[in-house]
């Protein structure tokens, strides 16, 4: 069964990336996820902070007003918490390629056009085979206005496509008032590819200890439905590659993210409950549906139920939310 992709312009054996997590820390872990089959795999994110700033700058930084505002003193990390340091991270990619023999793509956690974007190209010489770039910006100020959001997001894009060869991908949130033409704007700076969606993780509150709670709360199937639907309809109005990430646990999703027009998919809540051999049972499952019907490739099936199948797409999405509120 051939299930061959392209990716960012990288050969892929199969659709499925294991996305940045902490699994994805771990040499060992690479080699597994390598043995289980996994087409490519993203290092955990380096963050802008852990770059920018001296160990006593940012320890300064976190918890500046803490003392004043006990509601903040368990929002923000300490920085003993970030294991991998620049140097470090530099290593684990030096060493994930030569422990495997599949592409090995860095993660930079950003929002600024700091000193950070500068890292790229040391991350390109370290031998990592793509850049993926998470912006994860939340404006809270009410006058930050969204062409200022996108156009940092423009920018930074430009600015690291500057420094380095090899592809660039952007991991979006769906925040965006116009997506489509976002996505348009990032494409046209240059990025090769579009990760859809980076997942905003809202944090809980204690009301009795007057603190943030951070957590973490595992994706299902039925969240692929968001970055589905916005992938079959960006699918054939860009140049970039585009990879579905949240909701793909099984081969059954896979297939979901490849007929609406992904290249690839993202895997990360999956393999951390069910561990990194149940990416050999996606494939399995991939394998199976593939060859029960009439398809010959995963190339085959792609993007057969974009938008781009629509004759008239805007008016198919009004009757659709129509008929979906008088089905109940």
Known sequence: MDLKTTYLGLALKNP???????????IDNFKRMADAGAGAVVCHSLFEEQITLEASELDNALTQGTESYPEALSYFPEPGEFQLGPEEYLDLIRKAKSAVDIP??????????????????????????????????????????????????????????????????VKLSPYFSALANMVKCLDEAGADGIVL??????????????????????????????????????????????????GIHSGEDVV?????????????????????????????????????????????????????????PEAFERANYMKVLGSY
């Open 104 to 169: 090995i793509i860095a993660s930079l956690n950003g929002h600024t056009q700091g000193g950070w974007v500068d890292y790229a190209e040391r991350i390109e010489q370290a031998g990592a085979d793509a850049l993926e770039l998470n912006v994860y910006f939340l404006p809270t100020k009410v006058d930050t206005t969204p062409d200022a959001v996108e156009n940092n997001y423009e920018e930074i894009v430009r600015a690291v496509k500057s420094k380095v060869r090899v592809p660039v991908a």
């Open 256 to 312: 979901k993210a490849v007929m609406a027009g992904a290249d690839a998919v993202m895997m990360c809540s999956a393999l951390l409950e069910n561990g990194i051999g149940h990416i050999g049972t996606v494939l399995k499952q991939l394998e199976a549906w593939v060859g029960s019907h009439d398809y010959d490739s995963v190339s085959a099936m792609k993007g057969v139920l974009s938008q781009q199948k629509c004759a008239h």
């Open 16 to 26: 499925i990336i294991v996305s940045s997590s902490p699994l994805t820390k771990d």
């Open 197 to 246: 969606f980076n997942r905003f993780y809202q944090p809980d509150l204690d009301v009795e200890g007057l603190t943030v709670v951070p957590n973490v709360l595992f994706s299902n199937s039925y969240d692929l439905r968001l970055p589905l639907r916005w992938v079959a309809i960006l699918y054939g109005h860009i140049r970039a590659s585009l990879a579905a990430t949240s």
